[in-house]
DNA sequence: CTGTTAGCGCCTTCAC
DNA sequence: GTGAAGGCGCTAACAG
């Protein structure tokens, strides 16, 4: 606990007898100071363990270099392999990440906002809750001054740089993968209708389709409300109990995938041979489950690093534009579940 | 993009004829303060929307409410809980948590608590990574005053404050579990003899056995070098190939379980009846995978609140003196993996 | 009860 | 090339 008080440049300044401010310029080699000052200061720094004061930097330029990132959940594959990508680029240019959740709940959203902005951090990224209809919450930070960006799950209205998916492309892989395979009656178990995600993969699922010469069928549709495993369970039953089930199922989500799964174990129905299945995500459990899950991979670490990186040149230099839309390509990931062996 | 300037303190202070020190002093109701000129200032303020420059708080204060908090990995189901917590607690005292990774390397982990030093904050929780068998990059943060916490994964000689599971008790209660279902050969499958948590996993499991007049054979013990599944399911193999095979597994981790499982379903022995399995954690798998895993909780949010809280009672009271040792109780979580029908 | 003063550590004109 | 001085916004000791 020596707690010793902490170099400044007004003793470097005394020790070295000159003044502060040429030490400070000594320091970033600023080039109307000597050379031999120059070095003479950064030897005796460098000697005696100087820190600058953040701290005193920060407030001087009225930046904390602190970067907000508010996602639905903090526990969940997708949001933290973002969350991970974020704080390494981050990290990179001296940036911090205060991370906090909504919980998918308006109020606590509009709650991290405001402790966000009370902590003063520099800029906002943002992934939407589901109860997200209105931004004015968000816009403040542009009113303070404060670029925002927002990721994945986004509010589309909002006049607010976005980093997405393109989960349209993502959708039509997925189908034509599994139209590849063989298959001729191929099943989608959906998002909510309302949610700007769910639609673009189905309509990847739809283009996919017709560019096949496939028939759009109503009755091999199905949409989650929770995006939970029991409705791929219940929805597969329901699928099941056609008079002509279909021969694969593309699920909104890796968890959905799994709960379909569940369902064809449950009933003796071989997979991929009899049904194919493909999910979306590339969650952890993908790898896991038995068969192992065909996916779609959403890159999450790039995300994270693709948004952080924007946002800091932005920060950096306020002339810069960032791009409106910035689409990340998917990357369907072939495993076990859907590659019918060749008859 | 108004960016009109904040309100200051000298700005209220001008408006309402006053100087800026009793302002201050009124937002905080000073008790030498009239009234009157408290409800002046504190109407003015609410009316104009005055927000303190939390920049120049802290540093006139010199802290930042940035706590540090670094994790082996960030995209892993229990510190990304451990870290949920944290976030949730320190926001209830106006702190935030700055998250860092070291991917379980030390060179990672030393410039992880450089860049910490260097954004400055007030204090760090750290689980450290399996490389981190000297913690002089931690002691520094003691050295500048800033308290730290070990959680999880922790230095015992490390004369740092500690918050940990009670491995020893969800080894004991794992094992004993499997005795009250009937099974007289278990096996465990172990992490490295060199890392805390697993010895005292393996120290329950022996105690355990011993209280209930079962012997310890050292052939059904098996040490992981990876903590991976390849070596769940290669163990296993061992484990089958014996002449007397156990029947039941007490796995150091549901991933090596996750192997395990694997394994006996290749060979179709059938869980739990001919061998039963319990893991630890309580990873997202273990509800998944099928069947699904009777596994121990570490109440990851817990501690990451626990350890949160610790950290700033001592931050906002430097007397206040951090218990050496707290131990969290683990929950053991029956699923279908070790259920033994009742004959 | 309130105002004055003096910084916190650093950066940045402006002057020499 | 270098130094002096002012100030970022806020707090707190010290006067009145």
Redesign the pocket.
């Known amino acids: 606990m020596s707690e010793r008080r902490k170099l400044?440049?007004?003793d470097i300044a005394k020790d070295l007898g000159?003044?502060?401010?040429?030490a400070?310029?000594a320091l970033k080699a600023h080039p109307?100071?000597?050379q031999e000052?120059i070095q003479m200061v950064k030897d005796y720094a460098a000697k005696h363990n100087y820190v600058?004061?953040i701290i005193?930097?920060n407030?001087?330029k009225?930046r904390t270099k602190n970067i907000g990132l508010i996602v639905p959940e903090l526990v969940h594959h997708f949001f933290s392999t973002v969350i991970s990508g974020s704080i390494d680029e981050a990290k990179k240019s001296g940036y911090n990440i205060l991370v906090s959740q909504s919980n998918d709940f308006l109020a606590d959203e509009i709650v991290a906002c405001k402790t966000m902005m009370a902590s003063s951090v520099d800029g906002l990224l943002i992934s939407i809750s589901n109860e997200t209809y209105d931004g004015d919450h968000i816009l403040e930070f542009i009113d303070e001054g404060k670029p925002v960006i927002q990721f994945d799950k986004i509010l589309e209205k909002l006049p607010v740089p976005k980093v997405i998916v393109d989960d349209f492309e993502g959708g039509y892989s997925a189908t034509k993968h599994l139209i590849d395979q063989g298959c001729k009656r191929i099943a989608h178990i959906a998002g909510r209708k309302d949610v700007l995600n769910a639609c673009e993969r189905m309509k990847g699922y739809k283009k996919a389709l017709n560019d096949h010469q496939i028939p759009f069928k109503e009755e091999y549709i199905r949409y989650c409300e929770s995006i939970s495993e029991e409705e791929g369970e219940q929805f597969m039953e329901e699928f099941l109990a056609l008079p002509n089930p279909p021969d694969a199922v593309f699920c909104i989500t890796d968890l959905v995938a799994l709960g379909v799964i569940k369902a064809l174990k449950n009933k003796g129905i071989s997979i991929p041979d009899q049904i194919a299945i493909v999910g979306f995500s590339n969650w952890k459990l993908a790898e896991i489950v038995s068969p192992s899950l065909t996916s779609i991979d959403q890159h999450g670490y790039q995300m994270g690093v693709v948004a952080v990186r924007m946002l800091i040149q932005k920060l950096e230099d306020k002339n810069f534009e960032i791009p409106d839309t910035l689409e990340l390509k998917t990357r369907l990931v072939i495993r076990d579940s859907s590659v019918k062996v060749k008859a």
Chains 1, 2 share one sequence.
Do not use: E
């Open positions: 400044t440049l007004k000159i003044s502060v401010s040429t400070s310029r109307d100071i000597a000052t600058p004061n005193a930097v407030f001087r009225s």
